[in-house]
């Protein structure tokens, strides 16, 4: 299939790019370069043997996304381009929601008017608000809700994408709802690198363990879990990758918009995982016991069933190679792509 890419020079984006390559799909990524780097394009083309076909421009800017769907005929659209750090959404709501939304309303426009109708748009598990204990793990009917600014836009617009395609039935949309997206391609050479200094456990641990940061902090070991830390469902980001491929081969035959959970169905705590990383690295990675992070869910955790009937796919990767992976590519690349 001949792909277009938003947001493809990203974190998920980039390792989405070899799977998609290894599959045989053509692709060309559409990215602003608002939050990552050439550099990364560069190389998925030393782990694919291919290049990505790179246009900067902005998914909000009508007659770039008019002219690139005017010069060339895509088969599906993986939509990744938006902005996605929580912390960032409260303190700047008006950019997210003119970046998020707007530019994905521009796209979903642009699409409809070339008669191009399959879409794989990258939703979160932060849809599901703040989990109760009792709708754990997490089916794709549990109830839904917006915590923050960037909540909101993944929401909403998947209501948007709801309404427009029970009003056309033309549209093919699947709304994978993303758990812990952690870990790096295995070469070392394309992995996670978050601006400033990192909200995410997995980029704090291994930025701890690289020197850059001093410790850790766990934010609560009195939660009711069995640990005292908060579960968490982590995936790593070539399974994340893996299943944009498996959603790929089936968005023409699911008609509609189809909300499907992408995570590995276990929960894993913060002790945990730092015990994993520990591991990977064969060294203590300093750390503290902090107080909770306000706004914290105590556990959260897929059902991953329906990504295994609809689109045949499930994780491979446990936690050990998340770490490992992780500290490959942060060890290799203390300072990220700079
Ligand atoms: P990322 O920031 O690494 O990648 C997003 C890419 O989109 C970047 O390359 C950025 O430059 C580009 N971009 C942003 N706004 C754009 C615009 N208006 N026009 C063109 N390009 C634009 O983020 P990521 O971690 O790869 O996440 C990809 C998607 O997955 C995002 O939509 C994010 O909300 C969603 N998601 C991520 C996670 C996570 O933990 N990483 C979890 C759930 C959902
Ligand atoms: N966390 C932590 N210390 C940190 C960052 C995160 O203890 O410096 C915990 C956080 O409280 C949560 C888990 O790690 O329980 C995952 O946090 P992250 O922000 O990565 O993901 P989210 O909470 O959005 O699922």
């Not at 290894?22 to 394009?41: C, Q, Y």
């Not at 391609?185 to 940061?213: C, F, K």
């Not at 959970?261 to 994993?276: D, E, I, K, P, R």
Request: proline letters at 6%.
């Amino acid at each position: 299939m001949n792909i277009l890419v938003t947001g493809g020079a990203g974190y998920i984006g980039s390792h989405t790019c070899i799977a998609a390559f290894a599959a045989g799909h053509e692709i060309t990524v559409l990215d602003n370069l608002s939050n990552s780097s050439p550099e990364a394009l560069r190389r998925v083309g030393k782990i694919a043997g291919k290049v990505p076909r790179l246009v900067v421009g902005d998914i909000g800017d009508r007659s770039v996304v008019k002219s690139l769907l005017d010069s060339e005929k895509f088969d599906a659209v993986i939509h990744f381009a938006g902005y996605k750090a929580v912390g960032e959404s409260v303190s700047k709501p008006w950019e997210y929601y003119v970046n998020n939304i707007s530019g994905t309303l521009v796209l979903l426009d642009e699409m409809r008017r070339h008669g191009l109708y399959n879409l794989i748009f990258s939703s979160s598990a932060t849809v599901y608000g703040n989990p109760l204990p009792e709708n754990l793990p997490l089916k794709e009917s549990a109830p839904l809700a917006a915590l923050n600014p960037y909540g909101q836009t993944k929401l909403w617009l998947e209501d948007v994408m709801r309404a427009m395609s029970a009003a056309d039935p033309a549209w093919h949309i699947l709304l994978l709802r993303y758990f812990n997206p952690v870990g790096a391609h295995e070469s070392g050479l394309i992995g996670e690198d978050p601006a400033g200094i990192p909200n995410n456990l997995m980029p704090y641990i291994t930025q701890v363990a690289v020197g850059r940061l001093k410790e850790l902090t766990i934010f609560g070991d009195d939660w009711p879990t069995p640990d005292g830390t908060c579960i968490r469902d982590y995936i790593h980001v070539c399974d994340l990758a893996e299943g944009h491929v498996a959603a790929l081969a089936k968005v023409a035959e699911l008609p509609g918009c189809t909300p499907i959970n992408l995570g590995s169905g276990s929960g894993v705590s913060v002790a945990q995982l730092v015990a994993s990383f520990e591991k990977a690295t064969g060294r203590p990675l300093p750390h503290k016991i902090g107080p909770r992070r306000a706004g914290d869910a105590a556990a959260c955790y897929a059902d991953a069933s329906r990504a295994l009937e609809l689109l045949g796919w499930k994780t491979k990767r446990d936690s050990d190679a998340m770490c490992r992976d992780a500290w490959r590519w942060q060890s290799m690349n203390p300072k990220g792509y700079k």
